[in-house]
T-cell receptor, first 111, second 115 residues
Framework: QQQVKQSPQSLIVQKGGISIINCAYE??????FPWYQQFPGKGPALLIA?????SEKKEGRFTISFNKSAKQFSLHIMDSQPGDSATYFC??????????FGTGTKLQVIP | ETGVTQSPTHLIKTRGQQVTLRCSSQ?????VSWYQQALGQGPQFIFQ???????GRGNFPPRFSGLQFPNYSSELNVNALELDDSALYLC??????????????FGQGTRLTVV
């Protein structure tokens, strides 16, 4: 059962542009929503995370927007750079355990 | 780089064989989770170990088993390997401490190929 749905599957953005990745979840028991960045041959690395009592969280160029009533959340990457080219996974967990991942978005930032 | 280390980094096995993958958790972390990541997919939760006991399991058959040792390192064992077991196997460590839980940090993974 796919509990976290992620779109788009792939994304090409011009350098300096905004990258937007969307996710939706089903289980209302989820209480923690991290985003992971994964480079080829590496394990996922935590990028930014949010709890459902907050509607937005910003860290540098990365912002999570969270809509609890719609059970949706999204990642915005401002001023996208070629070094941001990676696969991004949204995820959800209960008490930060047993992370349920989305299917991933392969981001390519072109110069 | 996280303090989670996995070995080996790559492995090739024949269908029907058994394999053991190893993980050393980050210092101070007493919980280890294992994930399977098929090519082009998100990681899927296999199971979690907390203080040497299994503490939750995903939708994986019993031929996937694990151990956690007193130093919190862990092993993932897979018996009767099938071609579909080919994947990147990820270990993540964290440390629940009452209501406060640390982030889960992932290792670089073991790439298993079953031929």
């Amino acid at each position: 059962q796919q509990q976290v749905k992620q779109s788009p599957q792939s994304l090409i953005v011009q350098k300096g542009g905004i990258s937007i990745i969307n996710c939706a979840y089903e289980n209302t028991a989820f209480d923690y929503f991290p985003w992971y960045q994964q480079f080829p041959g590496k394990g996922p690395a935590l990028l930014i995370a949010i709890r459902p009592d907050v509607s937005e969280k910003k860290e540098g160029r990365f912002t999570i927007s969270f809509n609890k009533s719609a059970k949706q959340f999204s990642l915005h990457i401002m001023d996208s750079q070629p070094g941001d080219s990676a696969t991004y996974f949204c995820a959800a967990s209960i008490v930060r355990q047993k992370v349920t991942f989305g299917t991933g978005t392969k981001l390519q930032v072109i110069p | 780089e996280t303090g989670v280390t996995q070995s080996p980094t790559h492995l090739i096995k024949t269908r029907g064989q058994q394999v053991t993958l190893r993980c050393s958790s980050q210092s101070g972390h007493n919980t280890v989770s294992w994930y399977q990541q098929a090519l082009g997919q998100g990681p899927q939760f296999i199971f979690q170990y907390y203080r040497e006991e299994e503490n939750g399991r995903g939708n994986f058959p019993p031929r996937f088993s694990g151990l956690q040792f007193p130093n919190y390192s862990s092993e993932l064992n897979v018996n009767a390997l099938e071609l579909d077991d080919s994947a990147l196997y990820l270990c993540a460590s964290s440390s629940p401490q009452g209501a406060k839980v640390t982030e889960a940090f992932f290792g670089q993974g073991t790439r298993l190929t079953v031929v």
